[in-house]
T-cell receptor, first 113, second 110 residues
């Protein structure tokens, strides 16, 4: 099993560009989430999903969109990139909502210039 | 609401013990603990559900005090491999979001 796979690992965008960060898991996990990590601020929740077709906002959702059309995939879309979105992004999944461990992907390091 | 972790950083010699605290201003349903090494993804350590239970494996254990809305992570006889940043994540009743603290950086020196 691959676990949680994120692509790309690194990305550089210009201000105003859009892109999609991909996240896929092969563990049949219902719960998936996106976090961003900035120095000194820990992991902040962007969006999460408790199952296919269901998504909800986290602490810092502005500037990001998500969808969950299948159990396996949970892409994160940046609509119009801003320098404030420079960060490391982690996708995570768990089997039974938050009663089981979060499995994290290896992260995507995004730089917006 | 983001939980508060303390201390922010700690340096220990190999073999010494450490305690990391995590507290919330709201009633907790569960507390997660993760460790992250530099340049890597966070890795799960343990989950504690409401009930004041204590969990542990090897020389790392944790407690959850539901009344005080806090959890503590105990690392005994620390090893070099324990170095990293420790995060607690908290979930509140009726809320399926896991909110992380800002982390505690643990450095173990020989």
């Amino acid at each position: 099993n691959a676990g949680v796979t994120q692509t790309p690992k690194f990305q550089v965008l210009k201000t105003g560009q859009s892109m999609t960060l991909q996240c896929a898991q092969d563990m049949n996990h219902e719960y998936m989430s996106w976090y961003r990590q900035d120095p000194g601020m820990g992991l902040r929740l962007i969006h999460y999903s408790v199952g296919a077709g269901i998504t909800d906002q986290g602490e810092v959702p502005n500037g990001y969109n998500v969808s969950r059309s299948t159990t396996e995939d949970f892409p994160l879309r940046l609509l119009s990139a801003a320098p404030s979105q420079t960060s490391v992004y982690f996708c995570a999944s768990s089997l039974d909502r938050l009663n089981s461990p979060l499995h994290f992907g290896n992260g995507t390091r995004l730089t917006v210039t | 609401q983001q939980p508060v972790q303390s201390p922010q950083a700690v340096i220990l010699r190999e073999g010494e013990d450490a305690v990391i605290n995590c507290s919330s201003s709201k009633a907790l349903y569960s507390v997660h603990w993760y460790r992250q090494k530099h340049g890597e993804a966070p890795v799960f350590l343990m989950i504690l559900l409401k009930g004041g239970e204590q969990k542990g494996h090897d020389k790392i254990s944790a407690s959850f005090n539901e009344k005080k809305q806090q959890s503590s992570l105990y690392l005994t006889a620390s090893q070099l491999s324990y170095s990293g940043t420790y995060f607690c994540g908290t979930e509140h009743f009726g809320n399926e979001k896991l909110t992380f603290g800002t982390g505690t950086r643990l450095t173990i020196i020989p």
